[in-house]
């Protein structure tokens, strides 16, 4: 079973960039399904992106086409472009495996806070 180790966040002008990984601690070639989650605390929880174990894509359309999910064989990531100052919250990853490693339980990060200043 793999960890996680988070990276990315922090604070940034309107219109920057940020990229946010949920790195393996270990490669591994088992399918992921992997989702970004948002929190704030007046808006609560909500799904921004999604990418399958199968490759389907899919976006809030809050953030697509300024947001890109990825992910590899050492994480999953989302690139965040001409942020917004609505943009800040605290970004959680979800990971859900398949193949070998799908005995695995879900896998949750802990958050990453991202500030977008105006």
């Known amino acids: 079973q793999v960890e996680l180790v988070e990276s990315g966040g922090g604070s940034v002008q309107a219109g920057g960039s940020l990229r946010l990984s949920c790195a393996f601690n270990q490669p591994t070639d088992c399918r992921v399904d992997s989702t970004w989650y948002r929190q704030t605390p007046g808006k609560g929880r909500s799904t921004i992106s999604n990418?399958?174990?199968?490759?389907r894509l899919s976006y809030d359309q809050s953030v697509k086409d300024r947001f890109t999910i990825s992910q590899d064989r050492a994480g999953v990531y989302l690139q965040m472009n001409s942020l917004k100052p609505e943009d800040t919250a605290t970004y959680i990853c979800k990971l859900v495996w398949y193949d070998e490693c799908v005995h695995w339980p879900d896998s949750w990060g802990r958050g990453i806070l991202v500030t977008v200043a105006s």
């Open positions: 990418l399958s174990a199968w490759g």
